[in-house]
């Protein structure tokens, strides 16, 4: 490792960011004038850092670019990062290394060249009470893995349980089933138990989060369709309204915009990009097919859904909820930025006043 004796405050530095370890590039004037690897925990870094003159530092977004960027900024550097999209468009067709994957980060940011998408990271007490969610979905999923697993065996030995709600079917199935079967299955219904027992946990720990410190979460929950969970979610993904200058970019900021690939006269239907927060947009999906169900109440954001249901064509289900899912993120967005009172038929009634004007 070769250490650099002279100020480099106008270099600019590329991490490769890594699980266990990351590569660092120091470039200035185009020219790479230092090289160096860093174990990936909080000491290291600080240690590997601690002596080096202060300039910008470029990494890609990943798991481990909001805890780095983070002390590094504490540390007084000035960290940039960046979407790993940017950066494919960036690397296309090169040979690809992590000593090579910091010198092109920083090279390229050092040139001044817009090819690298900056990205804003949420502030950590943010991070962790969406880690909460993490857990929770993590839970929701195992649990449901289990029910699965319990139904699937039972009816291969010929034994059907009754339907019942998530959170009662441990001990609804337990009082379905004989000696025999019920020891079969009592490990998985004992985990069952656990894991909702766990989740009630949750659930409580996000209404006390929520009603504490997050006072947006009452507008955008005016909305039939998002709860609590929907809404705070929304709110520690989005962080900052004033990121979003216009309401409409929330959708693309969610992936809940069709792809493009656009040539001469062929401008094919794509799926969505999928692109952000996958748990936020399940959530905006979820909450658009209870709007469209049969509890739904009468909205502009049902009629316009069911409008585009009623078009047929294949997957026009799907696109319905996918299109009420997109302008329900711009109404919860727009609710948090002016705080207005929702009121579900607003561009219907205006529509009948301009009418009868």
């Known amino acids: 490792m070769r250490k650099i004796t002279k100020n480099t405050g106008s270099a600019v530095m590329g991490i490769d960011l890594g699980r266990k370890r990351s590569q660092i590039a120091v470039v200035e004037s185009g020219e790479v004038v230092d090289e160096f690897a860093v174990t990936m925990n909080r000491d290291a870094v600080r240690k590997a850092f601690e002596d080096r003159p202060r300039c910008e530092v470029v990494m890609e977004a990943c798991g481990g670019s909001p805890w780095v960027s983070r002390l590094l900024d504490e540390m007084g550097f000035r960290s940039v990062v960046v979407a790993s999209d940017s950066l494919k468009r960036a690397f296309h067709h090169r040979q690809k290394t992590d000593r090579s994957d910091a010198r092109a980060l920083a090279q390229l940011r050092a040139s001044g060249l817009p090819l690298l998408r900056p ?10 009470d969406l880690a909460i969610f993490r857990i929770r979905d993590s839970f929701v999923h195992q649990r449901t893995q289990l029910i699965n697993a319990v139904r699937g065996i039972l009816a291969s030995l010929g034994v059907s349980l009754p339907k019942c709600s998530t959170p009662s079917f441990a001990k609804r199935a337990s009082d379905a089933l004989n000696d ?19 989740i009630r946990q949750l659930d409580a720990k996000i209404q006390k989060r929520a009603a504490e410190s997050y006072p947006a979460v009452q507008l955008v929950t005016q909305v039939s369709g998002v709860g609590v969970l929907t ?4 709110v520690l993904t989005v962080t900052d309204p004033a990121r979003f200058p216009k309401s409409r970019s929330i959708g693309a900021y969610l992936g809940l915009v069709s792809r493009l690939e656009q040539s001469g006269d062929s401008n094919p239907q794509l799926s969505i ?12 999906v979820q909450a658009a097919h209870y709007i469209l169900g049969p509890f739904g109440p009468d909205t502009d954001l049902r009629r316009i859904g069911l409008a585009i249901a009623d078009r047929g064509g294949k997957n026009a289900k799907k696109r319905a909820a996918v299109a009420v899912a997109r302008r329900l993120s711009v109404l919860l967005l727009s609710l948090w930025k002016t705080g207005e009172v929702y009121e579900p038929l607003r561009n219907t009634q205006q529509r009948a006043k301009a009418k009868s004007a």
């Open 231 to 234: 809404g705070l979610a929304f």
């Open 180 to 198: 025999e079967d019920r020891a079969l299955v009592g490990p998985a219904l004992r985990q069952i138990t656990a894991l909702s027992h766990e």
């Open 273 to 284: 990009t999928k692109a952000g927060d996958a748990f936020c947009r399940r959530l905006m």
């Open 119 to 128: 990205v804003s990271h949420r502030p950590e007490v943010a991070q962790r």
